[in-house]
């Protein structure tokens, strides 16, 4: 069916690219206050335990998605509206859906996490999305997230990856809500892809936040592993810096890298300490010991693309790092020929 009307996938790929950023953005904004609808929620239920109250959360979120998506079939189904409309009009609906339960998986924090603070939320949505825009194909998701990761200019990994994996389930949305475009069913299929993939991704949250051990081990060290990942790059990045000659950019380029992260302010200070001073901070043993072949190449490698032209020092710190990853001499000349053929095409 698909073929038959000549879907326009890059238009719908674009559009998605240029809303989802805002829906992220929305979200965090207002943590706190949904924080403050989940003490409401508490104080309407006093006797539910924390699982009982997810399951409200589920059912409410899924009953507002189910009412955006039949909303969002209507244009749909006028004769003589073009793709025009409909892309615009989907996309409307996924980005509020997307937002919904984004704020579906914050409640869970709360519930289960309440004197969590406000960075580890932002976190624990972000894995959860990562999770579910992977490639079902692909059993590990460190492995599908690093290699997310690896397309990615060392300066705006988090962002990229995080609209990346928005679009990702944009499109796997878009896939689903076709069925609108049947007469007469359409409204109603469509609050249905709603309301039951808002179910589904309810109880994946619920999976998660009460019991995040069993989760990882269930589905893969990828969400610890991407925090190691990032605290290595960032450490790469630092020491390469105090090596270097533009000292300036190198600040610049940190400052963004961990904004993007979602750093705490403790967090950067403490970063921005470490670049003023003259010695250089080693890579935690216990973090190059957590990280698998896979992220170990990726941190190299971001190390490699901020040096493209590396002095002395910087030469030698990047073999010393190489071997210390254990990663051979072939190895690091694949990851420059990798790097050679990224900027060739841009």
Not at 43 to 64: G, Q, W, Y
Not at 212 to 217: C, G, H, I, L, S
Not at 317 to 340: C, H, M, P, T, V
Request: proline fraction near 3%.
């Amino acid at each position: 069916m698909l073929n038959r009307f000549k879907v326009p996938w890059d238009e719908i790929e674009k559009e998605l690219e240029k809303r989802v950023e805002d829906v992220f953005l929305k979200v965090f904004d207002t943590i706190e206050d949904t924080g403050r609808d989940v003490q409401k929620l508490r104080e309407k239920f006093p006797n539910l335990n924390e699982m009982a109250l997810c399951h409200e959360v589920i059912k409410d979120t899924s009953t507002r998605t189910a009412v955006i998506g039949g909303s969002a079939a209507l244009p749909d189904l006028i004769p003589g509206f073009g793709w025009g409309v409909m892309v615009a009009s989907l996309a409307g609906d996924f980005c509020l859906t997307l937002r919904e339960e984004m704020g579906m998986f914050l409640k869970f924090s709360f519930l289960f996490e309440p004197d969590g603070d406000l960075e580890q939320r932002k976190k624990d949505v972000i894995h959860l999305l990562l999770f579910m825009a992977r490639d079902p194909k692909e059993p590990s998701f460190a492995r599908e997230t690093i290699q997310d990761l690896q397309k990615r200019q060392v300066d705006v990994l988090a962002r990229k990856v995080l609209i990346r994996a928005g679009v990702q389930l944009g499109l796997r949305f878009f896939r689903k809500k076709l069925f609108a475009l049947i007469p007469g069913l359409g409204i109603a299929l469509s609050g249905g892809v709603n309301f039951l993939g808002t179910r589904q991704a309810g109880k994946l949250g619920i999976e998660y936040f009460h019991n995040r051990q069993e989760f990882m081990r269930k589905h893969g060290q990828g969400a610890v592993n991407l925090d190691i990942t990032q605290r290595a790059t960032v450490q790469m990045m630092i020491n390469l810096a105090k090596m270097g000659e533009q000292m300036a950019s190198s600040l610049e380029m940190l400052e963004e890298m961990m904004e993007m992260y979602g750093y705490s302010e403790d967090v950067k200070k403490g970063y921005r300490e470490d670049l003023s001073k003259k010695e250089v901070t080693p890579i935690a043993i216990k973090d190059i010991k957590a990280m698998s072949q896979d992220d170990r190449r990726y941190v190299l490698k971001q190390g490699l693309k901020l040096c493209i032209k590396p002095t002395v020092r910087q030469e030698n710190y990047l073999e010393f790092i190489n071997r210390a990853f254990g990663l051979s001499q072939s190895e690091l000349k694949q990851i420059r020929d990798e790097i050679r053929q990224e900027n060739s095409a841009v």
